[in-house]
């Protein structure tokens, strides 16, 4: 696609229920990033995916959080029993080598609201 | 490790104004990018110039100019001829390109730009 596709753009999750987010990368790009961004604030790193190495976990603030990445294309992030804590926006983003500095290019997010 | 420093929570600046934002780091990397984007209220992040730190001339986008200074560890961005358009979150980025290859955020810079 022309840029990173994130669904859903809105998600409202009672605490303790599990919850899915989707990235799709702009096509040919081998990085896949997730970060978090709680309202007001900075952008808290998350995880990262080049192309079949090991992610780079080491953002992911507790177990209960998971992603992966199928075919070296669509991710998935998983939330495991939501707390009202987790409520942020997640934001998707892609790289590829061949764009100058390796920029990386943001979907719109997915909003998701724990009560 | 890297770490961005934005010092200047909010600015507010008469439109048509050239405005400056601050933005230090630090790293122990020989290479790396800074990044700039801009988040509207509406929440994505859009990517409006990068610098790399060989690069020997300052990076320019349209209205856009990165003042990079590599002794001082400085990345400013420099936004000439203000609109009411660019009245939103501005943040600093950086990632070097040994080891880790996340994108590291400062807390950001809210520009207000008035009529």
């Known amino acids: 696609g022309a840029g990173v596709s994130q669904s859903p753009s809105n998600k409202v999750t009672e605490k303790g229920k599990d919850v899915e987010l989707r990235c799709d990368p702009i096509?040919?790009?081998?990085?896949l990033y997730w970060y978090r961004q709680s309202l007001g604030q900075g952008l808290e790193f998350l995880i990262y995916?080049?192309?079949?190495?090991?992610?780079?976990k080491s953002g992911l603030p507790s177990d209960r959080f998971s992603a992966e990445r199928t075919g070296g294309s669509v991710s998935t992030l998983t939330i495991q029993r939501t707390q009202q804590e987790d409520s942020a926006v997640y934001l998707c983003?892609?790289?590829?080598?061949?764009?100058?500095?390796?920029?990386?290019?943001f979907g719109e997010g997915s909003w998701l609201t724990v009560v | 490790a890297q770490k961005i420093t934005q010092t200047q929570p909010g600015m507010f600046v008469q439109e048509k104004e050239a405005v400056t934002l601050d933005c230090t780091y630090d790293?122990?990397?020989?290479?790396?990018?800074l990044f700039w984007y801009k988040q509207p209220s509406s929440g994505e992040m859009i990517f409006l110039i990068y610098q790399g730190s060989y690069d020997e001339q300052n990076a320019t986008e349209g209205r856009y100019s990165l003042n990079f200074q590599k002794a001082r560890k400085s990345a400013n961005l420099v936004i000439s001829a203000s609109q009411l358009g660019d009245s939103a979150m501005y943040f600093c980025?950086?990632?070097?390109?040994?080891?880790?290859?996340?994108?590291?955020f400062g807390q950001g810079t809210r520009l207000t730009i008035n009529p």
């Open positions: 790293t122990s990397d020989q290479s790396y990018g």
């Open positions: 980025a950086m990632r070097g390109y040994q080891g880790a290859q996340k994108l590291v």
């Open positions: 995916f080049q192309g079949n190495s090991a992610p780079d």
């Open positions: 096509s040919g790009h081998t990085a």
């Open positions: 983003a892609s790289s590829s080598y061949q764009v100058a500095g390796n920029t990386i290019y």
